[in-house]
């Protein structure tokens, strides 16, 4: 770890650099600050009242790293044309290179006093040992992360290109390009595009076309492995590492040749100045970031996959294997659906999975390709579609090697570090899947209790008709 007086004086540094561009502004009233009693690295701090929409800092474009700001566009040019920096995951590719050009260049690199204050060390889950990866048996996350592919990527485009110029990637920061002219062994390009992609992972920011600056944004999963379509790619804006601007609770007003960051609330004196990643699930706070706090309990999800669901329902209807794979293919057009925390107004089960699960038990002669002949039905919780939701539930409870008991007994005896993350994770999913049974348990009840309360009324009415006296002589009786 970097003693105390190097992390200042890198402090120091990454300020100095910052505002020796004339076009940059500070806000007097935020300060850079040293967190590690918090157990975090370096954070901005208020030291007086910050009003909303007050401005933070503003840096030049200019002073944020991309591929359209780096020498090396000049330097490779034909190759750094053919990642397009504007088309979707080459943009992802391009940053990575250029990251690693510029964090050999060492003092050459105008970014340095950047590079001096970004992690080394990592908790994102690309990071996690097997067995350490174990402790997440039974979330989706694990799908998420894409490490196989990451480093696929790796091995087929980055590393060759930067072998093919060796006197531009030298192995180490130390080595000056006149002794850079052997080879860089490959796992010195792996673990430096891995260290790159997770920067760009956890920190980048979205960057506008100077000729088409819109408001819209796309967010990707991995480093470079996102599967969206195709005809999205002039859609997505370029990264870029926006110097200060991953410590901030702030929104990016793109605006002119400067990037502005202001306030999005009130902060008092003495506040730490947050950056709000929006509503993220734990898991992919964890995964994205490599750290968890309460706060996102709220946005914690269960995935459920459309297969799954497709063959309960089967089950439930003892189809057979031929009309299970017709049913998945021609209903259901989502890879899977999500259970949330309930709310005073909402369910565990959004409208879209009841819909899903009421689609596939219609009756064949109702279902038609991906088109039902009586339109969408409505996101009612019948019967069946409880008989098939619990089942579902309870598949999930079981994709977990320990219960929902077993890890809050773990986290009261004081586990630590990435064990301790991993069941922070697995609680709150299953939190989620407890709600659901009691869900499920309390719409059977009502419904029973429905079912009776018709079955009384319908006998009332039955005695009422055979009567002698009718209704209109009913009171005689008790006079």
Not at 94 to 99: E, R, S
Not at 257 to 286: C, V, W
Not at 354 to 365: F, T, Y
Not at 446 to 464: L, P, V, W, Y
Request: net charge negative; hydrophobic share 35%; glycine share 6%.
């Amino acid at each position: 770890m970097t003693d105390p007086d190097n992390f200042q004086i890198s402090s120091d540094a990454l300020m100095k650099w910052f505002l020796q561009n004339a076009s940059a502004k500070f806000n007097p009233k935020v300060a850079l600050a040293d967190m590690r009693h918090q157990g975090a690295g370096r954070g901005l701090v208020a030291l007086a009242d910050i009003d909303e929409d007050e401005e933070l800092f503003a840096i030049p474009r200019s002073s944020v790293l991309s591929a359209e700001t780096s020498e090396l566009k000049d330097r490779i040019p034909k190759e750094m044309e053919s990642m397009n920096p504007w088309l979707r995951l080459a943009y992802q590719k391009a940053l990575i290179l250029v990251m690693i050009y510029e964090y050999l260049q060492g003092p050459r690199s105008k970014w340095k006093p950047y590079f001096d204050v970004l992690p080394e060390i990592f908790d994102t889950l690309m990071f996690w040992s097997d067995a350490e990866l174990a402790e997440l048996q039974g979330s989706a996350v694990l799908q998420k992360i894409g490490k196989l592919e990451a480093e696929k990527t790796f091995r087929d485009e980055i590393i060759p290109m930067m072998q093919a110029h060796p006197d531009l990637f030298a192995p180490t920061p130390a080595e000056s390009l006149a002794n850079a002219q052997e080879q860089v062994s490959e796992a010195e390009c792996l673990a430096l595009a891995h260290r790159m992609g997770s920067l760009i992972l956890a920190y980048s920011f979205d960057i506008e076309k100077d000729e088409d600056r819109s408001s819209k944004s796309g967010e990707q999963d991995g480093y470079v492995t996102d599967d969206d379509d195709d005809d999205e790619e002039e859609n997505l804006l370029a990264k870029g590492m926006v110097p200060m601007a991953d410590m901030l609770n702030a929104d990016a007003d793109r605006n002119n040749e400067t990037l502005i960051m202001q306030a999005t609330n009130h902060i008092p004196k003495g506040a730490e100045i947050f950056n709000d990643y929006g509503p993220l699930p734990r898991s992919d706070l964890l995964r994205r970031y490599g750290y968890l706090t309460d706060n996102y309990a709220k946005y914690d999800v269960v995935e459920i996959p459309t297969g799954m669901i497709v063959e309960e329902t089967t089950k439930y209807l003892d189809l057979d294997a031929d009309e299970q794979q017709r049913r998945g293919h021609d209903v259901l057009e989502e890879s899977g659906y999500d259970l949330c925390l309930p709310t005073e107004s909402t369910s565990v089960f959004l409208d879209e999975l009841l819909i899903a699960v009421q689609s596939l038990l219609l009756p064949k002669e109702q279902l038609s390709g991906r088109h039902l002949r009586k339109g969408i039905p409505k996101p009612v919780k019948t019967e069946e579609v409880v008989a098939v939701l619990r089942e579902v539930v309870r598949r999930r409870q079981r994709s977990y090697a320990t219960t929902l008991e077993q890890d809050e007994v773990l986290i009261q005896n004081g586990l630590t570090g990435r064990k301790l993350l991993a069941v922070l994770v697995r609680v709150g999913e299953k939190r989620i899947l407890k709600k659901a049974i009691e869900e499920l348990d309390s719409t059977l009840i009502m419904s029973e209790a429905d079912a009776e309360n018709s079955h009384r009324g319908i006998q009332t009415a039955k005695r009422r008709q055979e009567s002698p006296l009718g209704d209109g002589d009913k009171r005689s009786r008790y006079t």
